[in-house]
């Protein structure tokens, strides 16, 4: 088992910037890649960033430029630094952890852009 803590959420101005944490704990050893998701009210959840183990990254091409994905194995945390905010960026931030064939779920952090 995997929990996963999401934090660092909020309302900012367009243009702004947030960074978000992610916790794990638990079985952590058996986490290769983390990852960013975000769902919209009334769309589905989409993939934001993703990052493995060994460091190699993947964006989504609305995100890419602005936003960046790191991990700190030391404190089994996993960031997303978002800069340039934009107002469709506004939605629930999730984060995942995948442990081969099961993937972890946290609960989400609220991210609001005001244009």
């Known amino acids: 088992q995997v929990q996963l803590v999401e934090s660092g959420g909020g309302l900012v101005q367009a243009g702004g910037s947030l960074r978000l944490s992610c916790v794990a704990s638990?079985?952590?050893?058996?986490?290769?890649?983390m990852g960013w998701y975000r769902q919209a009210p009334g769309k589905q959840r989409e993939l934001v960033a993703t990052?493995?183990?060994?460091?190699?990254?993947n964006y989504a091409d609305s995100v890419k430029g602005r936003f960046t994905i790191s991990r700190d194995n030391a404190k089994n945390t996993a960031y997303l630094q978002m800069n340039n905010l934009k107002p469709e960026d506004t939605a629930v931030y999730y984060c995942?952890?995948?442990?081969?064939?099961?993937?972890?779920w946290g609960q989400g952090t609220q991210v609001t852009v005001s244009s």
């Open positions: 990052i493995t183990s060994g460091g190699s990254t």
């Open positions: 995942k952890a995948n442990t081969g064939p099961i993937a972890y």
């Open positions: 638990g079985n952590i050893f058996s986490i290769n890649a």
